[in-house]
């Protein structure tokens, strides 16, 4: 299992969330972030996933 990032912030800077979690490719990871972020009514901020080598799998502004 490979270790993921996900940050969601509010339009001021403030970060939301700030979590790390575990997924065994980039696609489940995706899918994971996307649901972490609906569970918490944050679909809409502006939230990025990263890959531990840095890859930007998920992102909205």
Do not use: W
Not at 4 to 30: M, P, S
Not at 33 to 46: G, H, I, P, V, Y
């Amino acid at each position: 299992m490979k270790t993921y990032k996900l940050t969601a912030f509010e339009a001021n800077g403030e970060k939301l969330v700030d979590e790390a979690f575990q997924a065994d490719h980039d696609e489940a990871a995706k899918e994971l972030a996307e649901k972490m972020l609906a569970e918490k009514n944050l679909l809409e901020k502006t939230h990025r996933c990263t890959s531990p080598s840095g890859k930007l799998i998920l992102f909205h502004s």
